[in-house]
């Protein structure tokens, strides 16, 4: 089945420094990836949604400088927190899609828990 | 905008008991519903998800949904929990216009299961 690798599955780091999170989809390819946060015991949030090779379509709220998404495979799209602040440490989860139209394929990663201290 | 209401928070279940979480969605065309499951800090996995067709759908680990659309809901249900179960299980409705289909997901409902 679709598998979706998600790294790193932990990070610590220190405020003002910036983390990058990888999200590959291994045995297909990804036309679309999502990216979304969970705060613990919440539901997700989606922040962003990325097609290969065109810029992010951003959620309401979700500033776009700060969460640098990048997809420019079909196989990989990053998450990048710039200057990041204790404020987002939180649990980012993407999630990709095969194909568009009604026939749904979301593959979700195992999740990524930042912690900026 | 469509939404997604979980009403149980948290619910608790004998090991052997029967199960159901309950669903209810909001959304003004035919939705795209579907049950996932997160295991803690874990990512999501897909129960089942239904589309169209038949309304009670079947999924993995014993699982099944039942599609009213009268009554706006998509409640999960299992007949023997097992231990194994205690998880989070959330329901989200997709909507798709082309590229921009995404999910939305309820709030989540935290099962617990005794011995």
């Known amino acids: 089945g679709a598998v979706v690798s998600q790294h790193p599955s932990w990070v610590i780091c220190k405020s003002g420094t910036s983390v990058k999170i990888e999200c590959r989809s291994l045995?297909?390819?990804?036309?679309?990836m999502f990216w979304y946060r969970q705060f613990p015991k919440q539901s997700l949030m989606l922040m962003a949604t990325?097609?290969?090779?065109?810029?992010?379509?951003?959620e309401q709220g979700v500033e776009k400088d700060k969460f640098l998404i990048n997809h420019a495979s079909l196989t990989l799209s990053t998450l990048t927190v710039t200057s990041a602040h204790p404020e987002d440490s939180s649990f980012y989860i993407c999630?990709?899609?095969?194909?568009?139209?009604?026939?749904?394929?979301?593959?979700f990663g195992s999740g990524t828990r930042l912690t900026v201290v | 905008a469509q939404s997604v209401t979980q009403p149980d928070i948290h619910i608790t279940v004998s090991e052997g008991a029967s199960l159901e979480l309950r669903c209810n969605y909001s959304?003004?065309?035919?939705?795209?519903l579907f049950w996932y499951v997160q295991s803690p800090g874990q990512g999501l996995q897909l129960l089942l998800k239904?589309?169209?067709?038949?309304?009670l759908v079947q999924g993995i680990k014993g699982f099944e949904a039942e599609f009213k659309r009268s009554q706006s809901s998509f409640n999960l249900r299992k007949p023997s929990v097992h231990w194994s179960d205690a998880a989070e299980y959330f329901c989200?409705?997709?909507?798709?216009?082309?590229?921009?289909?995404?999910?939305?997901f309820g709030t989540g409902t935290r099962l617990q299961v005794t011995l």
């Open positions: 999630s990709a899609r095969g194909s568009p139209g009604p026939n749904y394929g979301y593959t």
């Open positions: 990325s097609n290969e090779g065109s810029k992010a379509t951003y």
């Open positions: 045995d297909f390819q990804a036309t679309t």
């Open positions: 989200a409705v997709g909507v798709n216009t082309g590229t921009a289909s995404k999910l939305t």
């Open positions: 239904y589309f169209s067709g038949d309304t």
């Open positions: 959304y003004g065309a035919t939705p795209y």
